[in-house]
């Protein structure tokens, strides 16, 4: 089976801090994405990777930034946290980018930023 | 662009009943087309998807999802809902370069006794 983890369920930061939501997947997916999650607005996609090194804006990228030094390693960084920012963020994976490939995807982090 | 929208944020059913979430989708190309499910504090887990390759795709725990080009739609359903069906599910649509899934808002379904 696929399994993605991500490093927290829930995490607590305040304004201003910088924050770093890793994810890692076990199955040498070739992508890997980062989406928000909030109530009525479903999920939407902040950034993706197609290989190491490599990333792609997706809808909502602004305020944030990704790395990915290793394949099997995506980190979300938030530079500067902002009371706006605090929702559920899901991590993903595929294996090719396929058009019909299926995202497999992580536990989710529950970020709060007061 | 591709879009999709789930009629409905909140459908409530009893056990046994016919369970239906309805997704209509806009694509300019033939669509590629997803159901996701998440449980109460968890990931999203495939349900079914839309390949072209059939329009009656069946799914995981009984759920199938029939693809309808000439109404845009591509309806969640389910013959008897089980309590442990309660979630929230999500439709999705590939976008044109295959390199991310574009969801609707989510359709929360309550399951009661």
């Known amino acids: 089976d696929v399994k993605v983890t991500q490093s927290s369920r829930y995490l607590v930061k305040r304004t201003g801090e910088k924050v770093f939501l890793e994810c890692v997947q076990d199955?040498?997916?070739?992508?890997m994405f980062w989406y928000r999650q909030d109530p009525g607005l479903g999920l939407r996609l902040i950034y993706f990777s197609y290989d190491v090194k490599m990333k792609e804006k997706g809808d909502i990228p602004e305020g944030y930034s990704v790395s990915r030094e290793k394949k099997e390693r995506f980190s979300l960084i938030l530079e500067s946290a902002s009371t706006n920012q605090t929702s559920m963020y899901l991590c993903?994976?595929?294996?090719?980018?396929?058009?019909?490939?299926?995202?497999?995807f992580g536990p989710g982090t529950r970020l709060t930023v007061l | 662009a591709q879009s999709v929208t789930q009629l409905g944020s909140h459908v409530s059913v009893s056990e046994g009943a016919l369970v239906l979430l309805r997704c209509n989708y806009s694509s300019s190309v033939p669509p590629y087309l997803f159901w996701y499910v998440q449980y109460p504090n968890q990931g999203l887990q495939l349900l079914l998807k839309y390949t072209s390759a059939a329009t009656l795709v069946k799914g995981i725990n009984g759920f199938e999802a029939e693809f309808k080009k000439s109404e845009t739609s591509f309806h969640l359903t389910k013959p008897s809902a089980h309590m442990s069906d309660a979630a929230e599910y999500f439709c999705a649509v590939s976008n044109q370069a295959g390199t991310a899934l574009i969801f609707g808002k989510g359709t929360t379904l309550s399951v009661s006794s």
């Open positions: 993903a994976s595929s294996f090719s980018g396929g058009i019909t490939d299926t995202q497999y």
């Open positions: 199955m040498d997916h070739e992508n």
